[in-house]
């Protein structure tokens, strides 16, 4: 990644703030359609807490989710600001009022079902999916009560990328895979301008296969870079490329780790 | 898995039509939670063909999903009944109208940004929780338009479970990962009985992970099976076990192959 001269800021930022989406005229009155065009992360919370039955609905929705062979393979850790604290030792990244650490969880259908068989990445491939499409159904049912929330996954070690810490932290079992971290709360502030989405054109193929557009992704990365520039006065996008690659390593070991534990053990026992 | 009883099945079949999924009642009126939990697989589809602006509108509702650092890693297969049968030589299963194949895709980000390290596994992991985000969302914005859908992944040859066939037969890159199809269509039949979905108080952990209650999971396994023999008059459960079982050796190698390729090349080529 090369740096960012002046007129690629600008250009940058003139097209993440001249973003427009909204759907096809005529669908325009459909509420959910409306909510999954206007959806936003949300990075600044009140301290409000949420009730009691918003928490409930939101993880209903997870919960009724739909998953591969109905195997229902996730679990959710339930946290507010005191429990994360005690858990971790610190507050819920952004100064969320609760958050929900979301986990594929391949242990519990295994122990329901004795003769599952034990492999690897097939296993954690449906985790993942299931797990993933919860979190979303969560994440919009949260939108949809009026509360803002972001999704983690490698930030505030709340995902993936810390897999072994949150496993000891919470005492997850082998097949258990910390994913992602919800992070809920009242908005305290309005939706920010999007970052850079790519046009359908580039993320769509119809029969095979189609390369992006050199040119569409070079903009999209300046819009990258310039957004994160103007978000985070001191901080760049490239500083934050280089944490990034800073803990790619460990990451990657960590998922080996979890992914294929004791193989010789469970290729006995499995098919 | 043990076999049914007669007993055992008319518990599971009470267990199953018996389920009710509400939110709770001071959130009644929300129309996008009433979708999270109404919403069921569609698996028999009239032969009517989608409009353009709705399936522009389903697409877009992956396109904007949110993705981990924005990188929007999926690519999306589109196809109607003509195209679909030009590719696999066969129709859309359950007769959808049309069929968008999600994949995650980190060949584009990794066109895009020339520096960024080949990791296997963190590749996948991301590859996998965005796609299959966008796949969620996909499926909701056709449930708001009156649009049927299901998601498959090891049925049909059309996901995860076959990924070296549909990588040949679209001409996908590698670091392109077929997940799962949505097929879509209008429903030939109303909403049927939701499969057994466990209680909120299984999934759910505070703190520390929590085993499972085995009684509860008990019921879940006959519920399960009871639903499938219910809807399958010759086929059984565990006969559907069995034919997962036959294919899952070659779907854990196929997953090795695309996720693990040319580890040594990308080596000298990454960090």
Redesign the interface.
């Known amino acids: 990644?090369k740096g960012l001269s002046v007129g690629r800021f600008v250009r940058g930022i003139r097209g993440i703030l001249g973003q427009r989406?909204a759907?096809?005229t005529?669908?325009q009155d459909?509420?959910?359609?409306g909510?999954?065009?206007a959806?936003r992360?949300t990075r600044r919370f009140l301290r409000t807490p949420l009730p009691a039955?918003?928490m409930?609905?939101i993880?209903?929705?997870?919960?009724?989710?739909?998953s591969?062979?109905?195997l229902?393979s996730?679990?959710?850790?339930?946290?507010d600001a005191a429990?994360w604290r005690?858990?971790f030792g610190r507050g819920i990244p952004f100064g969320g009022t609760a958050a929900i650490l979301i986990c594929g969880?391949m242990h519990?259908p295994r122990?329901?079902?004795?003769?599952f068989?034990r492999?690897?990445?097939?296993d954690y491939?449906?985790a993942?999916?299931?797990a993933?499409?919860a979190?979303?159904?969560m994440?919009?049912?949260a939108?949809?009560?009026g509360v803002g929330s972001v999704?983690l996954?490698?930030t505030g070690r709340s995902g993936?990328?810390d897999g072994l810490y949150l496993r000891e932290k919470?005492?997850?079992?082998e097949a258990?895979f910390p994913?992602?971290t919800l992070v809920l709360g009242y908005g305290a502030a309005g939706p920010g301008a999007?970052?850079?989405?790519?046009p359908?054109d580039?993320?769509?193929?119809?029969?095979?296969?189609r390369?992006?557009d050199?040119n569409v992704?070079?903009d999209?990365?300046d819009g990258?870079m310039s957004g994160y520039r103007a978000m985070h006065v001191v901080k760049s996008f490239k500083g934050q490329?280089r944490h990034?690659?800073s803990k790619?390593?460990e990451?990657?070991k960590g998922?080996?780790r979890m992914?294929f534990y004791a193989p010789e053990q469970s290729k006995r026992k499995g098919?």
Chains 1, 2 share one sequence.
């Open positions: 990644v989406f759907p096809p005529s669908l459909n509420p959910v359609l909510l999954l065009y959806r992360s039955d918003v409930t609905a993880l209903d929705a997870g919960r009724l989710a739909p591969t062979v109905n229902q996730w679990a959710f850790g339930v946290f429990s005690a858990a969880d519990r122990q329901a079902i004795d003769d068989p492999k690897p990445l097939v491939t449906v993942v999916m299931n993933s499409i979190a979303y159904a994440n919009i049912a939108e949809a009560l999704m996954s490698d993936f990328y919470l005492g997850l079992p258990v994913l992602m999007s970052p850079p989405k790519l359908l580039q993320v769509v193929f119809k029969g095979r296969y390369e992006s050199p992704m070079k999209w990365l990258m490329l990034y690659l790619v390593d990451a990657e998922l080996h992914i098919t």
